[in-house]
């Protein structure tokens, strides 16, 4: 089997992506939006003309509400983000905003999280994390919990959470980029997303094992035994499929981020590199993984 | 044989029936579909899909609530009263579907007990927070015992000169009782028979009646304050015990400014203080331009999921994608009856469902055709096609149900929208894509081995 056959080549591929996301992760870091730090986020869209940027920047930071970013947004509208305003300071800053004139505008949305409402966000958001990355471990040791011969079952489930990683560490990486380049941020959709590919990426790998499971009980009944022909098999045999189930989420996935609204455009995004890649890491990682190790437990 | 067949047929036209009924209730129910929606049965109108805030406009108010007066095994109790008397304010000022909701606290949220308002249709923010209230809390507070004394004592220190800087180092003069807002049944306004000064009449509740004859009993001759957000309005001097749970308030008021007081006691004094934490308003044109998008990515993305198995599964395919039309029907039912407030990361988690429905599909697909490439004929074929795709459907499937539960359980609004669509998706397309396809394959009856029934059952690009 090709894949098989050229497995470090695959596995370099993975490692060097996950790399360079990890770096990039480290370096650049991620723009936390204010569902996890608090803050206040002001949407504005004028009516025939909006004032311009610099117009706009001095009279809002006189207010006093420490660092302002006023963003512009269509063609008409602005976006304010500050620290999280009061009613009084919210009504001073649209004042600010309508230049005399409140027909000028309307406002499409006010967002304001006290910083103790963001803390707890956060707090929940990573609890759920190591809950739902524990319940896959515990998930992932059943399901293999039989296979033992001639790679033991937990080799199986460290190689099957290392493809976890893998598809979730590159979409991080992807928003990293979206993050630094159109603004993205760090916000309950991007925990939202992350916690789902685990969900869906864990069991692509799990059926691709499951097959190679069943090839191995029925060839070793045969007598004849090549561990890393049978894994070249079973791929053959399933990497059609692997890739039809992903595909048609992916499908889904796109028609979301294309015509989707514009608060779910980041998440589709998100969620379809982690499809591809958890597909990419059940054919091209977890599998050429499983023949390294056995590779070199006969080495031992 | 033939038995069998003829009760898939019959299964299957049953499948078909009810499926085409569920399609039409979901249509009838829907406004934006029906030209004259007004005109039809009262049934029809009951369920309209619920939308959340993000998607129809509304503000969401959290606000925390002050529980450093209460006892800890009251705190129960008094939020339950802070959430009645907000959602009679709320329903008051007739904003329509208000959800008006007590988040207690605990170890996995960490914070303090908090309420949380939406209200549907409120853009002005503004108005949202002064509907909630500049909220009327009402105490009865008794004299200070140590305070006297430490008036006393501090007057002889300063030998017989109290600055006033000493006097704010003092404790105050009075202490809380446990008499409050809580224990009101109604205000009335009234007016003195001599002086016609405007006054504020309580009358208690039973419980308040008695801790009211208790505190007047036991405070003859001194003063009791009153106190209206945190401030003294009046502290008359207490002749005799009042048994008759009846007070008045007297404190320099204007007949409106008195007339005011006694709407907001009546709506509901606030068994405890409350500060807004944060707040989030969603105009009603950009919640309805996500709900159009939202639509808009739904079908298209079922559109490309259907010429996807068609081209790829042939005649299997087709019968999936009537089979993933079935399960749209159901989920949308479901939305409505439940029913399910929608937001856009629910319709995110309903869109995805929609390709994953079809996973399980696919799993079976490719087994039939790897049976049909051992040599079976297309009915063998089918059969243990459907029964040994089975571990892989059960295992795929249960990692993103549990992944939908761990979201439901934790998440905010947002993220149980989302948890909750996509959760109800996996458990419906189970039934969808197994039970129904399977049903509907053994009732189209292919037995024979042609070379049109063999094309027909291939997929890709094979022949």
């Given at each position: 089997m090709f894949i098989i056959k050229h497995k470090k080549i695959f596995i370099g591929i993975s490692a060097t992506l996950v790399l360079i996301s990890l770096i990039s992760l480290f370096t650049f870091g991620l723009h936390v939006g204010i569902d996890f730090k608090g803050g206040a986020l002001v949407e504005v869209v004028y009516n025939d003309t909006r004032p311009a940027q610099t117009d706009l920047k001095q009279p809002i930071e006189d207010l006093g509400f420490g660092s302002v970013l006023v963003q512009p947004t269509g063609d008409l509208g602005y976006i304010i983000k500050t620290k999280d305003l009061t009613d009084a300071e919210h009504k001073s800053l649209l004042e600010i905003l309508a230049q005399?004139?409140?027909?000028?505008?309307?406002?499409l949305s006010f967002n304001s999280i006290g910083p103790s409402v963001g803390h707890e966000l956060a707090r929940k958001a990573i609890l759920a994390i190591i809950l739902v990355v524990l319940v896959i471990i515990c998930f992932i040791a059943f399901a293999f919990r039989k296979v033992s011969r001639p790679v033991s079952s937990w080799k199986y489930g460290l190689i099957a959470i290392t493809a976890l990683m893998h598809d979730v560490i590159i979409p991080v990486g992807i928003f990293v980029a979206l993050s630094r380049f159109y603004g993205a941020e760090l916000d309950t959709l991007f925990v939202v997303a992350i916690l789902t590919i685990l969900g869906l990426s864990v069991s692509d790998t799990i059926v691709i094992f499951d097959r190679i499971r069943e090839n191995l009980r029925s060839q070793s009944s045969a007598g004849k035994f090549n561990f890393s022909e049978i894994v070249g098999k079973s791929l053959e045999q399933s990497f059609v499929r692997s890739i039809s189930t992903a595909l048609t989420v992916i499908l889904v996935l796109l028609a979301l981020f294309f015509f989707g609204p514009s608060t779910t455009r980041y998440f589709a995004l998100m969620m379809t590199t982690g499809m591809f890649f958890g597909t990419y890491s059940s054919i091209f990682l977890a599998s050429p993984l499983l023949v390294l190790a056995e590779e070199w437990q006969n080495k031992e | 044989m033939l038995v069998f067949m003829r009760k898939n047929i019959i299964l299957a036209i049953i499948i078909l029936i009810l499926g085409a009924g569920v399609a039409f209730f979901v249509y009838k129910t829907e406004p934006g579909l029906?030209?004259?929606?007004?005109?039809?049965?009262a049934f029809f109108k009951k369920f309209p899909f619920r939308l959340g805030l993000d998607l129809s406009g509304g503000s969401h108010l959290i606000y925390k609530a002050d529980l450093s007066a209460v006892a800890s095994g009251e705190v129960k109790d008094s939020m339950d009263a802070l959430r009645d008397v907000i959602e009679r304010r709320v329903n008051f000022f007739g904003v329509s579907e208000p959800v008006v909701q007590v988040q207690h606290s605990s170890a996995i949220s960490g914070a303090g007990e908090q309420l949380i308002v939406d209200l549907p249709g409120v853009t002005d923010v503004k108005q949202a927070i002064e509907m909630i209230g500049q909220t009327p809390v009402l105490e009865f507070k008794t004299e200070n015992p140590d305070a006297v004394d430490q008036i006393a004592k501090a007057s002889v220190d300063a030998s017989g000169v109290v600055s006033s800087a000493d006097v704010k180092d003092l404790p105050s003069p009075f202490i809380s009782s446990?008499?409050?807002?809580?224990?009101?049944?109604r205000a009335v306004l009234e007016f003195d028979q001599n002086t016609r000064e405007p006054k504020v009449g309580l009358q208690f509740d039973e419980t308040g009646t008695k801790l009211f004859a208790q505190i007047t009993k036991d405070n003859i001759g001194k003063q009791v304050a009153i106190y209206l957000d945190g401030a003294p309005i009046s502290a008359p001097v207490v002749r005799e015990e009042i048994p008759n749970g009846q007070a008045q308030i007297s404190g320099n008021f204007t007949p409106a400014e008195a007339k005011l007081l006694v709407g907001r006691l009546n709506s509901g004094a606030l068994p405890v203080p409350i500060s807004l934490l944060s707040t989030q308003t969603i105009g009603a044109t950009l919640g309805a331009s996500a709900v159009h998008a939202g639509v808009k990515a739904a079908i298209i993305g079922f559109i490309l999921v259907v010429l996807f198995l068609i081209l790829w599964y042939r005649l299997p395919g087709l019968v999936a994608s009537v089979a993933l039309l079935i399960f749209i029907a159901i989920i949308l039912a479901l939305f409505k009856l439940m029913p399910v407030t929608l937001t856009a990361a629910g319709i995110a988690g309903f869109i995805i469902s929609i390709g994953i429905a079809v996973d399980a599909n696919v799993l079976i697909f490719a087994r039939i055709k790897e049976e049909l490439a051992s040599g079976k004929n297309v009915s063998d074929a089918i059969h243990q096609g459907f029964s040994r795709a089975w571990l892989s459907i059960r295992d795929s499937n249960i990692s993103s149900f549990i992944t939908a539960i761990i979201l439901f359980w934790f998440g905010t609004s947002l993220i149980k929208g989302f948890a909750l669509t996509l959760g109800m998706g996996v458990i419906v397309s189970l039934f969808s894509a197994i039970t129904v396809t399977r049903i509907f394959l053994y009732a189209l009856g292919f037995t024979g081995e042609g070379k049109v029934i063999k094309f027909l059952f291939g997929s890709g690009i094979s022949k």
């Open positions: 005399g004139n409140p027909d000028a505008l309307t406002e | 029906n030209k004259n929606f007004d005109n039809q049965s446990e008499l409050t807002g809580r224990y009101l049944k």
